[in-house]
Nanobody, 120 residues
Framework: QVQLVESGGGLVQPGGSLRLSCAAS????????MGWYRQAPGKQRELVAT???????NYADSVKGRFTISQRNAENTVYLQMNSLKPEDTAVYYC??????????????WGQGTQVTVSS
C-alpha cells in the first residue's frame, strides 16, 4: 500500500510563510494527482491545491497568488509553499494523492494531517 507523511506545519504570525512537505512511500507504480486539502474547526474539508504529473496546477480562489504547489516526481513528494499567511488559513492540512500501487488500481490516499496556525 501507499503511505503519505506530511511535515512542516506549525505556528506562524500573520504575513509569514510556511512550507509543507508530503512524501509518499510504498510500491507506487503510477501517480495521477497529488495535492493538499485543509479542514478548519467546525468546517468541511476543502481543496487547497492540486498538481497533476505534467505540472498542471489548480488552486482554491482563497489561496491563489499566495500558495504554490510543486512536485518532485522522482521522489513522489509534493510541497506547498504558503506565503502571506492569514488567520483564516488556520487549519489542519492534509496531503492527498491518487496513486496506483503495484498490483492495484488507482486509490485515493490521505496523510495524517499537519496543523497550521496563523496567529499573532
Amino acid at each position: 500500500q501507499v503511505q503519505l507523511v506530511e511535515s512542516g506545519g506549525g505556528l506562524v504570525q500573520p504575513g509569514g510563510s510556511l512550507r509543507l512537505s508530503c512524501a509518499a512511500s510504498g510500491k507506487i507504480s503510477d501517480t495521477r494527482t497529488m495535492g493538499w486539502y485543509r479542514q478548519a474547526p467546525g468546517k468541511q474539508r476543502e481543496l487547497v491545491a492540486t498538481i497533476i504529473g505534467g505540472g498542471l496546477t489548480n488552486y482554491a480562489d482563497s489561496v491563489k497568488g499566495r500558495f504554490t504547489i510543486s512536485q518532485r516526481n522522482a521522489e513522489n513528494t509534493v510541497y506547498l509553499q504558503m506565503n502571506s499567511l492569514k488567520p483564516e488559513d488556520t487549519a489542519v492540512y492534509y496531503c492527498n494523492a491518487i496513486m496506483r500501487a503495484v498490483g492495484t488500481g488507482f486509490v485515493q490516499y490521505w496523510g495524517q494531517g499537519t496543523q497550521v496556525t496563523v496567529s499573532s
